[in-house]
T-cell receptor, first 110, second 117 residues
Framework: GQSLEQPSEVTAVEGAIVQINCTYQ??????LSWYQQHDGGAPTFLSY??LDGLEETGRFSSFLSRSDSYGYLLLQELQMKDSASYFC???????????WGAGTKLIIKP | GAVVSQHPSWVICKSGTSVKIECRSL??????MFWYRQFPKQSLMLMAT?????????EQGVEKDKFLINHASLTLSTLTVTSAHPEDSSFYIC?????????????FGPGTRLTVT
């Protein structure tokens, strides 16, 4: 089967750094995306990794290791507005479909 | 750019009635649109993939006669929930992509919250 595993919840302190891990098992794999979703809202795209290594976009970075079927999202200088659910999603081969993880709820404390 | 709209943003209907949800790409042509549903505190579940001018491809377990998808133009796809029941209450989200962009780029609509009473 196809699945992505990520922690259900992570708690961190404002100003700190947090890492959200994602391991995947898919029959076809082009790359790994990360999305942010606030309560009641739609997912918004954060990053995409097609190749091994680290991609940095401002306070957010994403990493991929194809050999380990593993990736992570790193959030630095956490702000209260970063409190949201974060989803990893693998891009499969079938018609550009995204295979979604269950999501990680990030709780930020002052 | 790359804005996707959905209408309505929320709807309440009675059991047994049908509801139509529209998904529009406002500033690009969407060759492929995806329909998802999401239950509270759960992940997005892909319901179907539709390409303009052709029949939608439904995921296993999704009733095609209950969830009618029409992708009539490159900027509009509709999802009709027929004979809705309370268990159909959910957050329905569409996303769209265009063939000219990278494969991973999907643009999401704001979602439609359906409540069936």
């Amino acid at each position: 089967g196809q699945s992505l595993e990520q922690p259900s919840e992570v708690t961190a302190v404002e100003g700190a750094i947090v890492q959200i891990n994602c391991t995947y098992q898919t029959s076809g794999f082009y790359g790994l995306s990360w999305y942010q979703q606030h309560d009641g809202g739609a997912p918004t795209f954060l990053s995409y990794n097609a190749l091994d290594g680290l991609e940095e976009t401002g306070r957010f970075s994403s990493f991929l290791s194809r050999s380990d079927s593993y990736g992570y999202l790193l959030l630095q200088e956490l702000q209260m507005k970063d409190s949201a659910s974060y989803f990893c999603a693998a891009l499969g081969r079938s018609n550009y479909q995204l295979i979604w993880g269950a999501g990680t709820k990030l709780i930020i404390k002052p | 750019g790359a804005v996707v709209s959905q209408h309505p943003s929320w709807v309440i209907c009675k059991s047994g009635t049908s509801v139509k949800i529209e998904c529009r790409s406002l500033d690009f042509q969407a060759t492929t649109m995806f329909w998802y549903r999401q239950f509270p505190k759960q992940s997005l579940m892909l319901m179907a993939t539709s390409n303009e001018g052709s029949k939608a491809t439904y995921e296993q377990g999704v009733e095609k006669d209950k969830f009618l998808i029409n992708h009539a133009s490159l900027t509009l796809s509709t999802l009709t929930v027929t004979s809705a029941h309370p268990e159909d209450s959910s957050f329905y989200i569409c996303s769209a992509r265009t063939g000219g962009t990278a494969a991973y780029e999907q643009y999401f609509g704001p979602g439609t919250r359906l409540t069936v009473t």
